[in-house]
């Protein structure tokens, strides 16, 4: 092996950082190899789990830097770098930026991560092993009989209770093994049968809550600026500068970013993210509202209740943990199966010592059963594959929909930042009837910032990047899903948006003069029509370039099981042609409204075909609800995001194959459990039949299995690592501990 250990510098090395004028603090380089360094914070010997989280998010943000960890009990961090030396010292230098105190380093860090959970829980687990064992080899015969009798109690009362409410279930079974070891004095198995079943109970909490945290995190507003009522009109404001008692504006499609009462306007109010319910709710004055929920229709003016981050986190916790979203149905088929197992195993267990007479081989079914290990792998399984997701930055709102996306068939694409780029740019503006070319495009970005998409982006930003400030100048502004925008400015009617809206709603007219200019619009660009009191003012010529992915995410899908790629956009057939050949999709449809997309997926979903819709404005809403899984881009519109199943980052579009891939290989584990469980301990009872295995071995070996299958059910389902980097970080994590051993010594 070669040797790539060289270190150097390793105690003497300090850094003094001062951050503002002021001494924060000392770090002393501990170890540094080749790519990796570790270091201790001097003054202090140990971190909360706070300023551990704090330490290794702005560790992460920093350039050339590939992981971090932090271990909060000694004060030590470790991190890995690209290995380039001016890339490390570069790294080096900016720590000496570092502060704990400093708001720009906070606001990296999520309001709540899973740290304190992960030691939780571990220590949980050791306590409960080291208990085990000293019990087992320093407890006293007759004292140990006690402990696992007072321990049995617990499990005993239980099944008893369900037997008095006539219900037959798992617990009812593993109180009657309990008890029946205990009266044969069969105190090991009794004991051995206790202890794993509470080291499933740990693991299945643990995997359940961190999941359903590590969710909750990915479900965050994530909002930072909001429209704040002031004496001047309306100000897009800092979401952080927003008091108690404010009036803040949210136009229709937009979040409600903060709790507060209705002070006055109407509207529909979809509360999915809170309630489940995706039917939209009535808000008038004096109504209350919550944030993260979005408003579908109207508008409102909202009194602020609540301050940015008050609640919103343990309300979605609350409402995954109680939400049937989580549940798939192979979840809920493996836990009835797993309660209709357990008569089954009474009655086996009856007839073996009815024909056997032999209460050690009917003590041998009794203590295999089926039940625990579908029970207790089957939704370890599920959560597990929504962590993978999140770690692909894809966020699934419930196991049913990996369910569905492993079951789809057909995909349905939106065109305009799904296919295409995400930030689309303005390539062209052109002017009719002598008006100025920024005075248009201060009108358009005045009106389109008000209702945020790709193409409404690549307006608002092209005004920023040529300086074009505004007043609002305008009157209410309204939108029409899947046309444009409606407003008026100085007693003269605005719209913008579709060739369709303009001139076939709207009715715009053209001067003559002008309107060759108007047929030889650039055809390689999609177009936004400006209109001024019924004349056109304006064409705004979007370039929005196809992703560099999008060639090969057909043939990807079709490799993951997809049969029919379909794209539709409300773009007219020669840009929707074009970049249809360019994909290489199945089916196109172009100039399609809202309720043709969700029609389309209906369709398909009554032919038998189960249905992934893939978009990002609020037009594709409508579709996004109908389909069996909805998938938004996390920068689309926030009802998009808000109706969907699932999100995904946008950055690459293949991580909707990474998702269907993950999706797969569930349903092939959740299968391959099923198999084994059952095989497994028909195997054991078929053993101890024959007397081959006494029932202590085979309750102490189907229990053992139960944790495997549980443990195995939390392991990635795609592969991540070479072999080769997998034995890199094995030799890099021995190192530490023989480093945090030396430490301990001393």
Sequence with gaps: MKQKKKRRNKQTQKLSRKHKGGLVMQIKIQHEIKKRIRFSIEDKRKLSFREADIMQYYLLSLDGVTSAKVYERTGDVAFSHVGDKGVRD???????????????????????????????YKEKLIKKIMVRYACKWFLPYPLGVAKITLESIKFLKEGISLLWKRKLEVPVLDATAIGVSLARRDFTTASSIMFLLGIGEILE???????????????????????????????????????EDDLIAVHMGNMIALDGIVDSGEAMVNQASLTGEGIPVKKEHGAYVYAGTVVEEGELLIKVKQAAGATRYEKIVSMIEDS????????????????????????????????????????????????????????????????????????????????AIAEAETVVFDKTGTFTKA????????????????????????????????????????ALEEGITHEELHSKV?????????????????????H?????????????????????????????????????????????????????????????GIKNVVMMTG????????????????????????????????????????????????????????????????????????ISDVTISGRDLFEVVTLKRISNQLVKRISANYRFV????????????????????????????????????????????????????????????????????V
């Design 478 to 498: 309204e939108y029409v899903v899947a046309h444009g925008i409606s407003s008026e400015v100085e007693g003269k009617k605005v719209i913008i948006g579709s």
């Design 423 to 462: 930030q689309p740019k303005v390539a062209e503006i052109i002017t009719f009837g002598d008006r100025e070319r920024r005075e248009m495009l201060r009108m358009a970005a005045c009106l389109e910032e008000h209702f945020p998409h790709s193409v409404a982006n690549a307006v608002v930003n092209q």
């Design 678 to 745: 059952m095989g497994f301990n028909l195997g054991l009872i078929g053993l101890g039949l024959a007397g081959v295995l006494q029932p202590g071995t085979s309750a102490l070996l189907h229990n053992a299995s139960t944790l495997g299958v549980g443990l195995h059910s939390m392991t990635p389902l795609l592969e991540k690592k070479s072999t080769m980097e997998a034995i890199e970080v094995d030799f890099e994590d021995i190192d530490e501990i023989t480093e945090n051993l030396q430490q301990a010594e």
């Design 90 to 120: 570069d790294i080096m230098e900016k720590l000496n930026d570092f502060s704990f105190d400093d708001e720009d380093v906070l606001a990296l860090v999520p309001e709540n991560t899973s740290r304190e959970l992960m030691v939780t």
């Design 324 to 403: 049937e979203k989580l549940k798939s149905s192979l979840e809920s088929k493996a836990e009835h199966l797993a309660d209709r197992l357990v008569p089954l195993t009474f009655l086996g267990t009856l007839g073996v010592y009815g024909i056997t007479r032999n209460i050690t081989k009917a003590l041998t079914v009794l203590l295999v059963d089926f039940s625990c290990a579908l029970k207790l792998s089957m939704p370890i399984a599920v959560l597990s594959a929504m962590k993978e997701a999140q770690d692909h930055s894809i966020t699934v709102k419930g196991g049913k929909f990996l369910e």
């Design 571 to 642: 773009d007219s057939e020669r840009t929707a042609k074009a970049i249809a050949e360019k994909v290489g999709v199945d089916k196109y449809y172009a100039e399609v409204l809202p309720e043709d997309k969700a029609r389309f997926v209906e369709a398909e979903k009554a032919s038998g075909r189960k249905v992934i819709m893939v978009g990002d404005g609020i037009n594709d809403s409508p579709a996004l609800s109908a389909a069996d899984a909805g998938i938004a881009i996390s920068d689309g519109a926030q009802i998009a995001r808000e």
């Design 205 to 243: 909490e643990w995997t359940h809550k961190k999941s359903v945290a590590d969710l909750a995190q990915s479900m965050s507003l994530n909002i930072e600026k909001v429209w704040l009522k002031t004496e001047d009109g309306e100000i897009l404001t800092d979401i952080r500068e927003v008091k």
């Design 500 to 560: 369709h809206f303009i001139f076939e709603d709207e009715n715009t007219q053209v001067n003559p003069l002008e309107q060759e200019k108007l047929d030889n619009l650039p055809e390689e660009y999609s177009h936004l029509y400006l209109s001024i009191a019924g004349e056109l003012a304006a064409v705004i010529c979007i370039e929005d370039p196809l992703r560099e992915e999008a060639v090969g995410i057909v043939s990807a899908l079709k490799e993951a």
